[in-house]
Structure formats: structure tokens, C-alpha cells
């Protein structure tokens, strides 16, 4: 079956430590990847996504993900958190050439930001 | 440009009630999407209407829900009877087309008590 694995539920890092939140995805082929982010109250945003091309992708706030079709792996990445990353993270996916609205999510990651 | 609205944000019911939730999506956008967050699962996809027509509901759990999106513009999901097992965050999303990117609601949360 397609899935969306994110396997840390929860990440605590502190404030300008780098960050890695890892998504696997279970596919025969590779789909179109995503990263939203979730903060309190909020609705979720568009990080980053990838279709094709550069498997190195750059994102809003700072944030970019490579993905590497050896390991089916879309990881998340920024160098330096701020406080105000702390929000919950989600990869998405979707089959090749499928309806973008149509995602398959992960489970989420929950970060929180240390002082 | 205002985004996607979700009416309301937070709403308890008893088990067998019927509750409405709507979603208004960003003028101009004929895509839209319904999906729900169970506690402690991903988000999963619910329903897809382009305009006022559904396009896919192979996410949609039972007939006890029913998603309508009169006129092309809002769109109301609609739980009759609620059970127990109905908990959790609907979210709403809407685009342009297929090929762009979405935006999210804030989402409703539902508790069936």
C-alpha cells in the first residue's frame, strides 16, 4: 500500500541548532513530495515541494529537503531554528501525474524550540 | 487576498447530533478540498469538488456525511448522526487548478461526546 512514513512523532532542538526531519514513502514510483508545516492556530503552509529536477529544493523560512530516490526519502532540513519554527511538520505525497490536491499525509512531526 | 475560512473553529456535540461545518474558500478558486484529522492520525483526504461538482469522494467514510458546494462558491460537510469516532480537525483547502499549490483553513475541531 502508498504510505508516508515520518518516524519522529516529536523533536526538541534548541534555538540555532541545525534540524533533519526525516520522511520515507512507500511508492512504486516516485511522486510528487511535499512539506507543510502547521503553526497553533494556524492553517497549514506550503514549505517546499518536488516534481522533478535538482533533488536539492529550496523552501520558505529557510528551509530546504533532498530528496534521494535510493532511500525514498524526502528529508527536511534547516541549518539554523529559530523560536518560531517550533510548529508541527508534515510530508506529503502524491502518485505521478496525480491531482496535486490530493495529498497522502505522514503522521507529522511536532518540534519544539529550546532557548 | 483572504484566505480559506472555516466556520466554526471549534465545536462539541453529543453522540447523534448533526453538525455543519463550512468552509469558504479563496474567491476565484474552483478546487476544493475536504479533510480530516483523526487524534493521534495523518491527515487524510475526504473529498475533492470542482465548482459545485464532487470529482472524488473515495475519501469519504460513510453516508452519514455529506459534502455540498452549492453554486461553486462555500462548501458544507455535514455529520448526521455524529458518533464517537467522528473526533477530530476537518480541514478545508482550496486552488486554482489541480497543478497549483493549495491553501489551508485553519480547520474545525470536532468533538463528539
Known amino acids: 500500500a502508498q504510505s508516508v512514513t515520518q518516524p519522529d512523532i516529536h523533536i526538541t532542538v534548541s534555538e540555532g541548532a541545525s534540524l533533519e526531519l526525516r520522511c520515507n514513502y512507500s511508492?512504486?514510483?516516485?511522486?510528487?513530495l511535499f512539506w507543510y508545516v502547521q503553526s497553533p492556530g494556524q492553517g497549514l503552509q506550503l514549505l517546499l515541494k518536488?516534481?522533478?529536477?535538482?533533488?536539492l529544493v529550496q523552501g520558505i523560512k529557510g528551509f530546504e529537503a533532498e530528496f534521494k530516490r535510493s532511500q525514498s526519502s524526502f528529508n527536511l532540513r534547516k541549518p539554523s531554528v529559530h523560536w518560531s519554527d517550533a510548529a508541527e511538520y508534515f510530508c506529503?505525497?502524491?502518485?505521478?501525474?496525480?491531482?496535486?490536491?490530493?495529498?497522502?499525509f505522514g503522521q507529522g512531526t511536532t518540534l519544539q524550540v529550546k532557548p | 487576498e483572504a484566505g480559506v475560512t472555516q466556520f466554526p473553529s471549534h465545536s462539541v456535540i453529543e453522540k447523534g447530533q448533526t453538525v455543519t461545518l463550512r468552509c469558504d474558500p479563496i474567491?476565484?478558486?474552483?478546487?476544493l478540498y475536504w479533510y480530516r484529522r483523526v487524534m493521534g492520525k495523518e491527515i487524510k483526504f475526504l473529498l475533492h469538488?470542482?465548482?459545485?461538482?464532487?470529482?472524488?469522494e473515495s475519501g469519504m467514510p460513510n453516508n452519514r456525511f455529506l459534502a455540498e458546494r452549492t453554486g461553486g462558491t462555500y462548501s458544507t460537510l455535514k455529520v448526521q448522526p455524529a458518533e464517537l469516532e467522528d473526533s477530530g480537525v476537518y480541514f478545508c483547502?482550496?486552488?486554482?487548478?489541480?497543478?497549483?499549490?493549495?491553501?489551508f483553513g485553519s480547520g474545525t475541531q470536532l468533538s463528539v461526546l
Open positions: 483547502a482550496s486552488s486554482r487548478d489541480t497543478e497549483e499549490k493549495l491553501f
Open positions: 511508492y512504486g514510483a516516485t511522486p510528487y
Open positions: 518536488y516534481f522533478s529536477g535538482d533533488t
Open positions: 506529503a505525497v502524491v502518485p505521478l501525474a496525480g491531482n496535486t490536491g490530493k495529498l497522502i
Open positions: 474567491s476565484g478558486h474552483d478546487n
Open positions: 469538488f470542482v465548482k459545485e461538482s464532487k470529482q472524488d
